[in-house]
C-alpha cells in the first residue's frame, strides 16, 4: 500500500527548490543502488521553476546525469521546438545545460515527427519506446523511479482531464488526447495505469487556483472528477506544496517546511 505524505511550503520559490533538492537525492539515492535512474518529467509553471532551481543546486555534480533516463508524463502535441512543448520548455530550463546521454532522452514525438500530425501513431510510437525498455519479462514499461506530475486548477495531472474520455481509460500505457479542455487540444499522455507502475509518484502544485482542486483529491476525491486523486505510487504518493495550494488541505493531514 502506497504510503502519501504532504509537504507544505512556505511559497512557490522554497517549494520549487525543495522539490529540487529532493530530486537530485531521488537520483543519487537510485544511482548508487543500482547504476542508473529513472525519472518522469511534468511540464507547467512548477515544473519549470523546479527545472531551473536544479541548476542552481551545487549537488548536481553529485548526479552523473549520463546515467539518468527522462521520461515524460505527457506532452503537448505541436511541432518540435514549440515554446508550448513540455520538451522544449524542460530542454531549455535544464536538459540542454547537463551532461546527459541524448540517447536516454526519451521525449514524447512532435506534431512534425516521423508520425506527422497523428497523435494516435505518437502515443503508439512513444508506448513502443517504453517497452522496449522495459525489463524482460517486466510488460510494458521501465522502472520509474520516480514521476513529476503538476497538478491544473481542474484537477488534471498529465494529459488526464476531469470527467474527459482520458479519465476512463483503465489499460494501455500511452494515449492520444483530443478536446483537451486546456489548449492545445491536442496532447499525448502517459495513462493513468502507467502512471501509477511508478515507484513514486510526486504531485506538485503552488498557488492559491490549485487550492480547491488539491484539497479535494487529498481528502478523497474520486480519480475521473479529479484525475490527481487517482496518481499513486507504488511505494509511495508525495503531495508537494506551497501554503497558498495548501489552503484546503486539512491541518491534521500535512507537514509544514
Ligand atoms: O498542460 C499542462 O498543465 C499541467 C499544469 O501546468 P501549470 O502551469 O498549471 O503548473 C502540467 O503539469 C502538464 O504536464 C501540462 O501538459
Redesign the pocket.
Same mark, same amino acid.
Given at each position: 500500500m502506497t504510503e502519501t505524505s504532504v509537504v507544505v511550503h512556505a511559497d512557490a520559490g522554497v517549494l520549487a527548490s525543495a522539490v529540487a533538492a529532493r530530486l537530485i537525492v531521488k537520483i543519487i539515492d537510485a544511482q548508487a543502488e543500482r547504476g542508473w535512474a529513472s525519472v518522469v518529467l511534468?511540464?507547467?509553471?512548477?515544473?519549470a521553476a523546479m527545472q531551473r532551481a536544479v541548476l542552481e543546486l551545487p549537488a548536481r555534480d553529485a548526479v552523473d546525469w549520463s546515467r539518468v533516463d527522462l521520461w515524460w508524463?505527457?506532452?503537448?502535441f505541436l511541432p518540435a521546438g514549440h515554446a508550448d512543448r513540455?520538451e522544449t520548455q524542460a530542454r531549455e530550463a535544464l536538459l540542454d545545460k547537463l551532461p546527459l546521454d541524448p540517447a536516454r532522452v526519451h521525449a514524447m514525438p512532435p506534431s512534425d515527427g516521423p508520425d506527422g500530425d497523428d497523435p494516435d501513431a505518437a502515443a503508439a510510437r512513444y508506448a513502443a519506446a517504453l517497452a522496449a525498455a522495459a525489463k524482460p519479462g517486466h510488460a510494458e514499461l521501465p522502472h520509474f523511479d520516480v514521476l513529476m506530475?503538476? &497538478?491544473?486548477?481542474d484537477g488534471? &495531472?498529465?494529459?488526464i482531464f476531469p470527467e474527459h474520455p482520458t479519465a476512463y481509460v483503465v489499460d494501455g500505457t500511452t494515449m492520444a488526447v483530443r478536446n483537451s479542455p486546456?489548449p492545445p487540444p491536442t496532447?499525448v499522455s502517459l495513462t493513468m495505469p502507467a502512471i501509477t507502475t511508478a515507484e513514486e509518484v510526486w504531485l506538485i502544485a503552488a498557488g492559491a487556483d490549485k487550492a480547491a482542486s488539491v484539497g479535494m483529491a487529498i481528502e478523497g476525491a474520486g480519480p475521473v472528477q479529479l484525475p490527481a486523486a487517482g496518481a499513486t505510487g507504488v511505494d509511495r504518493t508525495l503531495w508537494l506544496l506551497d501554503q497558498a495550494a495548501a489552503a484546503h488541505v486539512k491541518r491534521g493531514h500535512r507537514s509544514l517546511r
Open positions: 511534468t511540464g507547467g509553471r512548477i515544473a508524463g505527457d506532452e503537448r513540455n506530475l503538476g &497538478v491544473g486548477e488534471h &495531472v498529465a494529459s486546456k496532447r
